[in-house]
């Protein structure tokens, strides 16, 4: 859910390496989930998406994995670079029509040392 | 295709002060809009929602208040700001209808606020 009181955690990452973010989701009925990239001053952007009924969708360096059992959501960032620093959210959606919700949440922060 | 604009960018209202902040989109019809404040460091804390015309859904109680008068139009208003306002404020869009590859949202640029 949206954790808006807490600080964002924050992963340290070196310039070549990859990075691995981590996402709890709240509610065994999403049926969609979306990562978002954030970068300082901007409005969140779409990074890439995946259905409940995947469990891996792979982008260009971006891959994100999803594990229902445990209601896990990963991303996963291959050769991160500085341009990658930026705060990531993980998105989930459920509901149809005019009672569907996208829910945030908490966001994590990705520092690419050199 | 589909753009948003916010605005302005940044704001800085003393307090006491009134406050309006527009969005609009263009390129579709009857988007669900959203309000979002981020603290500095923080996540994105939803406000309020529109899923048409004259109607709004509020998250939090709160000092703000918003209004759709227009298809494409949301904006997010205050009589009197207080200093616990402050943020970066995000408008966002998305399809009415939950559409497969339609699901996200797209963001605005944002406004930051100071009220000081």
């Known amino acids: 859910g949206e954790s808006v009181g807490l600080h964002l955690p924050t992963l340290s990452v070196q310039e070549g390496d990859n990075s691995i973010i981590n996402c709890a989701y709240s509610n065994s009925a999403s049926d969609y989930f979306i990562w978002y990239k954030q970068e300082s001053g901007k409005g969140p952007q779409f990074i890439i998406d995946?259905?409940?009924?995947?469990d891996k969708r792979q982008g260009q360096r971006v891959t994100v994995l999803l594990n229902k059992t445990v209601k896990h959501l990963s991303l996963q960032i291959a050769a991160t670079q500085p341009g990658d620093s930026a705060v990531y959210f993980c998105a989930e959606h459920k509901g149809t029509g005019t009672a569907s919700k996208l829910t945030f949440g908490t966001g994590t922060r990705l520092q690419v040392t050199l | 295709s589909q753009t948003i604009h916010q605005w302005p960018a940044t704001l800085v209202q003393p307090v006491g002060s009134p406050l309006s902040l527009e969005c609009t989109v263009e390129g579709t019809s009857n988007p669900n809009l959203y309000w979002y404040r981020q603290a500095a460091g923080r996540g994105l804390q939803l406000l309020f929602y529109?899923?048409?015309?004259?109607?709004i859904s509020s998250e939090v109680p709160q000092n703000l208040s918003a209004s759709r008068p227009q298809d494409r139009q949301f904006i997010l208003s205050s009589k009197k700001l207080l200093l616990s306002d402050s943020g970066f404020y995000l408008c966002a869009w998305s399809r009415l209808v939950w559409q497969r590859a339609n699901y996200g949202y797209t963001f605005g640029s944002g406004t930051r606020l100071t009220v000081v």
């Open positions: 529109s899923v048409g015309i004259g109607q």
């Open positions: 995946i259905r409940s009924n995947m």
